[in-house]
């Protein structure tokens, strides 16, 4: 009997500190990789932790660095990061970088750190933006803006659920929106699903972007081998990406029409096409079309740039002409000027 429970002991002696460490390392790993007992929320309570969740599902524990970096004396322009990094080490992490900015209304369909109108997917009503791979931006209400329209802007992981993504940055607009005192009566709000991304395709003979009497922006000899991706028109945006030569943008979005007519630098701008347009400049232009007011754009890439070397290839001012022509006619756009 002595002997057995000497043995027994022994045992003991050794898993005890198995089952303690078993114990300390579930600890570890729950404190890493999952949210039990932290905060609701991060960046001085901006950021929802479960919706940053929903946009980080690789799994990690929800933090904010170090934290909201915001500018003294406007609580609308901020910056801050929110991070789950992974357990075991060496796994990865994720991170979502989330600001509080302001921009030109059109922001979103001119060069820069914009991902193409083209391929990305909008949304209107009660809250208007739109999600490329990994980059979104909401718009603030208009209460918010001072001397230019306001706009919260986030960076996610390649891959993300844009849905989510569309979701956590309303989410944070709305909460900016309370924190300023600029909130609507009505919370901003993401429709249930977003439109997919359309895919390229090969610019046919008879209509580059779907447009009857579009010229294509380049040369004969690169139309053969270009491609193009086209957005359906049933969204709150239109888009046309013509690879590296032009992109085109139409819209009728009210609050991205409001944004726009605030901005500074919007002013009357020469006729295009027989309409009299304002805007910055003669590709970024806000026609009157049966009374409502509707924007149309052209961003040209270096492809187009090259091609001026080519003959043949159309002027700059005539492809966007024939684009607000085409398109206008579609929109109950009238010729006013001579």
């Known amino acids: 009997m002595t002997q057995g429970k000497g043995h027994r002991a022994l045992r003991w002696k050794w898993i005890a500190p198995v089952l303690a460490l078993g114990v300390v390392l579930a600890a570890v790993h729950v404190w890493l990789n999952t949210n039990l007992a932290a905060a609701d929320e991060v960046c001085g309570g901006l950021v929802s932790t479960a919706r940053a969740d929903s946009v980080l599902s690789g799994g990690g524990r929800i933090s904010d660095g170090n934290g909201l970096d915001a500018r003294p004396g406007d609580e609308l322009e901020f910056s801050c990061t929110v991070e789950a990094p992974s357990f075991p080490s060496g796994a990865g992490a994720g991170h979502i970088r989330i600001s509080g900015t302001h921009e030109r209304g059109d922001f979103a369909f001119t060069d820069g750190r914009w991902p193409s109108p083209a391929t990305a997917s909008f949304f209107s009503g009660p809250a208007t933006g739109g999600v490329g791979k990994d980059h979104g931006w909401v718009l603030l209400p208009a209460d918010c803006a001072d001397t230019a329209p306001r706009i919260i802007e986030g960076y996610a992981p390649q891959g993300s659920d844009p849905t989510a993504l569309a979701r956590l ?115 970024h232009v806000v026609a009157d079309c049966s009374g409502t007011p509707t924007y149309f754009s052209m961003e040209l890439g270096p492809a187009y740039t090259a091609s001026l070397e080519s003959p043949g290839t159309p002027p700059a001012k005539a492809v966007f002409a024939d684009f607000v022509t085409s398109v206008g006619k579609s929109h109950g756009c009238s010729t006013t000027t001579p």
């Open 169 to 283: 940055l309303t989410d944070v607009a709305n909460r900016a929106a309370q924190r300023a005192g600029c909130a609507t009566d009505r919370p901003l709000t993401v429709p249930g699903a977003l439109q997919a991304a359309p895919a390229p395709r090969t610019v046919p003979d008879d209509a580059v972007c779907g447009i009857k009497g579009l010229a294509f922006p380049g040369s004969a000899a690169e139309r053969e081998t270009a491609h193009q991706t086209v957005q359906e028109r049933n969204g709150p945006v239109w888009a046309c990406e013509v690879s590296g030569h032009a992109t085109f943008v139409v819209t009728q979005e009210p609050r991205v029409l409001e944004a726009i007519a605030s901005s500074p630098g919007f002013g009357e701008q020469p006729g295009l096409a027989g309409l009299r347009v304002s805007g910055f400049d003669q590709r």
